[in-house]
């Protein structure tokens, strides 16, 4: 990628939305449509330890909470799938936990995915680290909601990382990432420039660049990483705000 | 003091999961931010504890279409508490702002006590704008008003200063524009109540042009209360508002004020869409205040009472000339509206003061003329016709209005119907229709028999009809006591009902026919009760006249008078003997029928007893009374035996189950309690009434107990479980007495509507429910007789029901896994055909069941499948994007029909046969000449997959859906679009009436919808899936739905064919092969145990072993 990484253009509006993952899925007639069952698959294996934290704070143990999550794609995935996403339902985050909590809900419909996914593996999902974040979160407080939510909201916060340290680590500006990303929430005037700029052996100008750009760029990464999941482009901002009331718990 | 482990910017903790080790809170916040730099002193959401500018929010102390308020603190120049409010997002900040800005210079000349300040405004650090006000600790005025009951006059003058305080707005030239009562608060001051206005300047600035999107969310629901808004603000794009606009919201408020509701029913107005809400705000004439009150019921007593007076009184004085007041500031034409606040002040004032009113009723010179400015060729004829329609149908039930004024009402709208009438007159038709709809759910039955009688007979569809039914659903109603109905009884050989009535009069029914066989005279007050002899020689009845007689119940002649109570007696029976009789009043006493001689008295009860009874064997006698207890008494001693305590009710009514084992009571506080009658334990309560609970009894079985309550309603209920099983609604006035017939089957009851009513006893609820099938319901079809239902499911199977019971018949395997996606019965009703996901078609025979032969050529998914009407051929369609026609005798491939670039999700011939409809993924919709084979047209309009297409019965329209919510109409020649049907969920299946006067969708909902003009009917709730099958009965009686995920639903515009009985049956049926299956695992050990079981009754195990024999097969697969 070019220095100029800042000023690449996203698509604008519309044919922006055309390629999102949750408008395929909305605009894809047949369920059996190799596009829906891509864009799903796509979605569900970024998201689902937020269903998997879901089960665990409801009660499930590990093996089931495995289970679900897996049977509960299998339910998605199959050609029941159409008739469950309704294009009313708004955000995918919200579709999710819906169709979710009907799921769990629904003994037969749980019973009736497992026996058809038999135990099989949708996706692969890394379930021993799952638990591991799991049990980051204190064991009190959180609603099995409010715990899916705040889990949502590091997933998309790590995705979007992730993103930003590649494209560093791609273009061989790894240590120049590892040295500003401490920036990326800080106010403006405490970045003590100077001392950035002597440790890099840069100017100092070079690194309020640098620094500008790599805010930039993040904050380009987080939005598109939001628009894979909603529907039109006034939703990001929406989202945003919602997913940064979900990480005051 | 920020740690390792915490945020350096925000503070907050920081896990071991915060991605690269930074702050996710402060992480997405980023992502909010523009290219300005990040701050992190203002936290997002605005919340307590939160500072905006000079000011530290506090609480929350309200919520409006327009934002938040907060009470809030200013800090500086001087510490007060004001009230802040935050515009909700999406408006304009600087719009908002600049507006306010203009206005501000303004603003700062508004000084009257009866006026909030607005203090300041400006942009919160999130981007929203926000308002300071003088913060005003009240109450809106409806509620002040309402909470401290106050008179008609209060109000008025309370009223006085609202509008004088709008006056002096006016006159430094501000337009509030949003008055409403939630924004004239009242508040407390030196004990005397001061009204504020507030949010004035406000409204103005943040006014956004009204349209669909601003005044709806996007679930369509209605934002705001639309119904303060003068006509012209209603007016899109109207930018021509001035004061008069407040005078009509004014009008409005002193209506509500004075009426105790709305002039437009708040449910209409949220229901309807954004046309029609303009229409009505535009050209619907507000109902008269008087007429407005006395049709609200049992609610208008309420009302009058918090004015300290009653609805009659109320009425009469509204009608008299204070209405005027209101309905001339809600002029439709500002024009003839009050000038100003002060001219609507000084008006109120001439009331006050005795001196004639500057308002009153149009002339009808006015009337005539405006009339036939209007009639001539203007389009707002609308409004008069609307209006008159509406107001006649409000009024023809009234009896306040003047029949002059009537008449030339009536004319008026006579005359408009016959030459412009059409339109107008399924307008009110559809009106009506909702309200009563609104009614049904309410429980106000009178109300929602008025409205559908006021419905033209020829316009009257199913959905009139589903009401009618629903509302009741008595077998009989037995007309002819000319006052209230209280006492009632039925003969120990069912033949007969005895009835006593305020009109004084016993009056005796043949209980089969409904038909009066004689009425008694000789009580000189009310007759509270009345009970026959086990014998069934005698009657006695007890009355308001303190006696109690007893008649010949063959010949009606006076047999003797009991004389001994000292007040109204309240409640007689006879010992199971007959011998004896029980009578209540402040005392329990005991008589010997043969003489005529108190035997004696039985003194405990501290106040009235309003129910006595024998228990089945004669040993024992129960009472319960006004002093909150119930009482067991020995009736061979009188001595009292036991006395339960019902906490805080009093009672009502109490009997003995039949095995006398349990004591049932009603009371005051609307619960029906079980009892032990040994250990005089509280067993069960069972909570459901809305008001006293008058009578109850046990069913003759012990089974089953009822309940008649003054919410009109009377409720059967499980005596073991204590679940609600069915509530009877169609009595008009409360209910006073139920009984069960002797045999069980039936249900009578007498209630204060004059009636007394014959209720089936097996009658179930509202909406049919078919259950069977394990996985969503594809398509469902009604056989050509009406008897059967067939139905394909995605769980691989097409199941047979029983249209009548809703019992299932059979399964219909061999599509083996593969989903099911559309079934249909031949013509002649005996093959079914059905399509599936293995590819292929199978034709069955439908009444063995069996399966006739298997047509294979489709390469992919069948969706569609359709017979001719000729029977000789079917089309089908699906996934492989092509059509074929094959012979529907040798199950030849005939024809394949290409032209659809995507899958085909729905087929149909035409009436006639020749045409074929088609429609599908591609978003369009072909018809094809069935024998050529060629494409006749393409309809295209769909801007999404069509889910389901239809020709109508006469072959002239075709109706189809599309899942982007929404069912259009074509004409099936030319292919012209003729309506747009908009929905609001998607809608997988569309369908017409037999009379194709009504087209059914599926969807999120299930609607009905009225072809000829193109309005929604009804609505049917009660589901919540995405896709729904639908059929209409070939009878036009009943609507079957497939609902999510896996059963079918009923719903039914008359009696089912062959009575409720059957249908009890089918449900006791499946019940009990649902149970047994639990218990064993397998249908065979079912079917066993249903053979062994010889408690069942003969037709229930008849149709269990028929529903056990249906899923038969589900045994070997889970062998497997």
């Known amino acids: ?249 | 003091m920020a740690k390792e482990n915490h945020c350096p910017q925000c503070g907050a903790e920081l896990m071991p999961n915060a991605p690269e080790g930074l702050c996710p809170r402060c992480l997405m916040k980023v992502g909010l931010e523009g290219d300005a730099d990040v701050t992190l002193e203002s936290p997002l959401i605005e919340g307590p504890g939160t500072t905006i500018g000079r000011y530290k929010l506090l609480e929350l102390i309200g919520e409006g279409g327009m934002g938040l308020v907060y009470l809030a603190e200013q800090q500086e120049p001087i510490r007060r508490k004001v009230a802040l409010k935050i515009v909700k997002l999406g408006m304009d900040t600087k719009q908002v702002i600049a507006r306010f800005e203009a206005e501000r210079q303004v603003l700062a000349l508004l000084d009257h006590s009866n006026i909030a300040r607005v203090l300041d405004a400006g942009t919160t650090e999130t981007g929203r704008p926000y308002f300071v006000m003088e913060y005003v600790k009240g109450m809106s005025i409806t509620k002040y008003c309402d909470r401290h009951k106050l008179s008609v006059e209060k109000r008025l003058k309370l009223f006085l200063r609202v509008c004088e305080a709008v006056h002096h707005a006016h006159q430094k030239g501000i337009i509030h524009r949003d008055i409403k009562p939630a924004n004239i608060l009242v508040s407390v001051q030196d004990d005397r109540p001061v009204p504020k206005i507030i949010d004035f300047g406000i409204a103005k600035a943040v006014t956004q042009p009204l349209t669909e999107r601003t005044l709806y969310t996007r679930q369509g629901q209605l934002l705001g209360t639309p119904e303060y808004m003068s006509p012209e603000q209603a007016d899109m794009g109207n930018e021509d508002i001035d004061t008069r606009a407040d005078i009509y919201s004014l009008g409005v408020v002193l209506y509500e004020l004075l009426a105790g509701a709305l002039p437009f029913e708040h449910e209409v107005l949220q229901k309807v869409g954004f046309a029609e809400l303009q229409r009505i705000l535009q050209e619907e004439e507000p109902p008269h205040p008087s007429i407005r009150l006395t049709s609200l019921g049992e609610e208008a007593k309420e009302i009058a009472e918090r004015r300290h007076t009653q609805v009659l009184a109320l009425a009469r004085r509204l009608h008299r000339e204070l209405e005027w007041i209101p309905l001339k500031a809600m002029r439709k034409d500002r024009s003839r509206r009050y000038r100003s606040a002060s001219e609507l002040a000084d008006d109120i004032q001439n009331y006050l003061s005795g001196a004639p009113l500057i308002a009153g009723p149009e002339t009808a010179v006015y009337r005539v003329k405006k009339f036939v400015r209007k009639h001539a060729g203007s389009v707002a004829t609308v409004a008069l016709v609307a209006a008159v329609i509406v107001l006649g149908l409000i009024v023809s039930t009234v009896m306040y209005i003047r029949a002059e004024r009537m008449r030339v009402l009536a004319e008026q709208a006579e005359k408009v119907a016959e030459e412009r009438g059409e339109e107008y007159r399924r307008l009110s038709y559809v009106h009506g229709v909702a309200l009563a709809d609104a009614k049904y759910h309410e429980g106000n039955i009178r109300r929602l028999r008025e409205l559908l009688e006021s419905c033209p007979n020829d316009l009257r569809g199913w959905e009139w009809y589903r009401l009618n039914h629903i509302a009741d659903k008595a077998l009989m109603t037995l007309r002819g006591h000319t006052d209230r109905v209280y006492g009632m009884a039925i003969s120990p050989d069912g033949k007969r009902i005895a009835s006593g009535s305020e009109d004084k009069t016993i009056k005796v029914w043949d209980a089969g026919t409904g038909t009066e066989l004689m009425t008694l005279h000789g009580h000189g007050a009310t007759v509270t009760s009345v009970a026959f002899g086990q014998d069934g020689r005698r009657i006695a009845s007890g009355s308001g006249d303190k006696t109690i007689k007893v008649w010949d119940a063959a010949t009606g002649a006076e047999v003797m008078t009991l004389r001994g109570h000292e007040s109204t007696v309240w409640s007689v029976a006879f010992s199971p003997d007959s011998k004896r009789i029980i009578s209540a009043g402040m005392d329990i006493k005991v008589w010997d029928v043969s003489t005529g001689n108190e035997l004696m008295t039985l003194r405990g009860h501290e106040r009235a007893i309003r129910s006595v009874a024998f228990s089945p064997d004669g040993k024992r006698i129960v009472s319960g009374g006004w002093d909150k207890s119930i009482k067991v008494w020995d009736s061979a001693s009188g001595t009292e035996v036991m006395t339960l305590r019902w906490h805080e009710s009093p009672i009502l009514s109490v009997a003995f189950s039949p095995d006398g084992k349990r004591i049932v009571s009603g009371g005051v506080d609307s619960t029906v309690k079980l009892w032990d009658a040994a250990t005089g334990e509280e067993v069960l309560t069972l909570a459901g009434h809305n008001h006293w609970v008058k009578s109850v009894t046990f069913s003759p079985d012990g089974k089953r107990v009822i309940s008649g309550s003054f919410d009109n309603t009377i409720k059967v209920w499980d005596a073991e479980t204590g679940a609600e099983l069915m509530t009877l609604r169609g009595h008009e006035g409360r209910v006073w007495t139920v009984e069960f017939s002797p045999d069980g089957k039936r249900i009578v009851s007498s209630s204060e509507d004059k009636t007394i009513k014959v209720w089936d006893a097996a009658i179930r609820g509202d909406v049919v429910t078919l259950s069977g099938h394990e996985e969503a319901v594809g398509s469902i079809a009604f056989s050509p007789d009406g008897k059967r239902l067939v139905s394909g499911s995605e769980d691989g199977t097409v199941k047979l029901w029983d249209a009548a019971t809703g019992a299932e018949l059979m399964t219909l395997l061999g599509h083996g896994e593969g989903g099911v996606y559309s079934v249909a019965f031949s013509p002649d009703g005996k093959r079914i055909v059905s399509s599936s996901e293995d590819k292929t078609i199978k034709i069955w025979d439908a009444v063995t069941g069996n399966e006739l032969m298997t047509l294979r050529g489709h390469k992919e998914v069948v969706i569609g499948v359709s017979f001719s009407p000729d029977g000789k051929r079917i089309v089908s369609g699906g996934v492989d994007s092509t059509l074929k026609l094959w012979d529907a005798a040798t199950g030849g491939e005939l024809m394949t029909l290409g032209g659809h670039s995507d899958w085909i999700q729905s087929v149909a011939f035409s009436p006639d046969g020749k045409r074929i409809v088609s429609g599908g993924n591609d978003k369009t919709i072909k018809v094809w000449d069935v024998a050529t084979g060629t494409e006749l047209m393409t309809l295209r309009g769909h801007e999404h997959s069509v889910g389901s297409v239809s020709f109508s019965p006469d072959g002239e329209l075709i109706v189809s859906s599309g899942w982007g919510r929404t069912v259009k109409l074509w004409d099936a020649v030319t292919g012209t679009e003729l309506m747009n049907l908009p929905t609001n969920s998607m809608v997988g299946s569309v369908t017409f009436s037999p009379d194709g006067k009504r087209i059914i969708s599926g969807g999120g909902n299930i609607m009905v919808w009225d072809v000829a003009s193109g309005r929604e009917l009804m609505t049917l709730r009660g589901h919540g899936g995405a896709f729904s099958p639908v059929a209409f009965s070939p009878d036009g009686k009943t609507i079957a739905a497939g609902i999510y995920d896996s059963i079918i639903k009923l719903w039914e515009s008359t009696t089912p064919a062959g009575g409720y009985e059957l249908r009890w049956n089918a449900e006791a049926a499946r019940k009990v092969v649902d149970e047994l299956y639990k218990e064993t695992g397998f249908y065979s050990e079912v079917i066993d145990k249903l053979n062994a079981d010889n408690t069942l009754a003969e037709p229930v195990r008849k149709v269990a072993l028929q529903i056990a024999n249906s899923r038969h097969w589900e045994d070997a697969e889970k062998a497997e």
């Open chain 1, 1 to 249: 990628m070019s220095d100029n990484a800042h000023i690449s253009s996203t698509p604008s509006g519309a044919s922006r939305f055309a390629t999102t993952h949750w408008s395929i899925v909305l605009a894809a007639g047949s369920p059996s449509s190799s596009h829906y069952q891509e864009a799903l698959s796509t979605l569900c294996q970024t998201y689902w330890f937020p269903l998997y934290a879901y089960l665990r704070r409801h009660g499930y143990n590990t093996h089931q909470a495995e289970d679900y999550t897996q049977a509960f794609f299998a339910y998605l995935l199959e050609k029941r799938g159409l008739r469950v996403v309704d294009p009313q339902q708004g955000k995918f985050r919200s579709f999710l936990l819906a169709t979710l909590k009907h799921f769990v809900g629904d003994e037969r419909d749980r019973a009736r995915a497992q026996k058809r996914g038999g135990g099989q593996t949708i996706l692969s999902l890394d379930f021993e680290n799952a638990e591991n974040q799991y049990a980051i979160e204190p064991a009190h407080e959180l609603s099995p909601e409010k715990l899916f939510e705040k889990s949502w909201a590091l997933t998309v916060l790590d995705r979007a990382m992730a993103q930003l340290k590649a494209e560093s680590v791609s273009t061989n500006r790894q240590k120049l990432f590892d040295r500003l990303k401490v920036y990326l929430t800080a106010k403006r005037d405490s970045i003590p420039y100077r001392d950035v700029a002597a440790e890099l052996d840069m100017t100092e100008g070079a690194v309020k660049v640098a620094v500008h750009r790599l805010r930039s760029r993040y904050r380009e990464l987080l939005r598109e990483e939001i628009a894979q999941t909603v529907a039109t482009e006034g939703e990001i901002e929406e989202e945003i705000r919602n997913l940064f009331a979900a990480l005051a718990y």
